[in-house]
């Protein structure tokens, strides 16, 4: 099995090069309320923290910033 990276693969698409990179990992039981939920999480960090240039990963709880080097 292959797992797809898709924007989380920062050798294809490295965040340093743009304004950031969100991804928002939805679990296996999605709900709309559920992705309303993790993106008023998104969207509360984004008050305090600047995303230009980093890899952000948006799970159910908590967020996993990948730094730029």
């Known amino acids: 099995m292959t797992l797809d990276l898709d924007f989380t693969g920062v ?28 993106i008023n999480q998104f969207l509360d960090t984004l008050e305090t923290m600047s995303i230009d240039g980093n890899l952000w990963i948006i799970e ?5 910033i990948h730094l730029s080097e």
């Open 11 to 38: 050798v294809r698409f490295p965040p340093k090069n743009g304004s950031g990179i969100a991804v928002i990992r939805q679990p296996h039981n999605f709900s709309l309320p559920l992705l309303e939920m993790l």
């Open 60 to 64: 159910l709880g908590r967020i996993r």
